[in-house]
C-alpha cells in the first residue's frame, strides 16, 4: 500500500492551500495573515535548529572550518537557509501550525 501526495500547483505553496473555508470564514482576515505568519517564522526556526545540526562535527579551514567568525558566519547561513526553505513551502509544519492557530482562534471567539 502505497500513499499519494498531492503537490501544490505550480508557484502556491502548501500553506497558500490551508485557506480552509470553514475557519477562514469564522477569523478575520488580519488572524489569518498573523497566523500565517506565525506559523512560517515556527517552521523556520525549527529548521534553523535541525539545519544548525549539520554543522556540528564540522572543523577545520575554509568556509565551513571552525574559526571564531565562522560560527557567526555559519549561524546566519542556516538562518537564511530555514526562512527560504519556509518560505518556499518548507516541509508542512507550517501548514499543521497554521491550521491548529486557526481552530484556536475560532475556539476563542
Known amino acids: 500500500m502505497s500513499a499519494t501526495v498531492a503537490l ?32 512560517r517564522d515556527f517552521e523556520a526556526v525549527f529548521l534553523n535548529s535541525m539545519f544548525q545540526q549539520m554543522y556540528t562535527d564540522i572543523g577545520g579551514d575554509g568556509p565551513f572550518g571552525g574559526s571564531g567568525a565562522t560560527g557567526v558566519w555559519r549561524s546566519m547561513l542556516t538562518d537564511q537557509y530555514a526562512r527560504s526553505f519556509s518560505k518556499a513551502g518548507g516541509i508542512g509544519i507550517a501548514s499543521q501550525v497554521y491550521q491548529s492557530l486557526l481552530a484556536h482562534q475560532e475556539h476563542r471567539q
Not at 17 to 35: C, E, F
Open 8 to 39: 501544490p500547483p505550480p508557484g502556491l505553496t502548501p500553506l497558500d492551500l490551508i485557506n480552509n473555508a470553514q475557519l477562514q470564514g469564522k477569523v478575520d482576515t488580519s488572524t489569518q495573515a498573523k497566523a500565517k505568519t506565525a506559523a
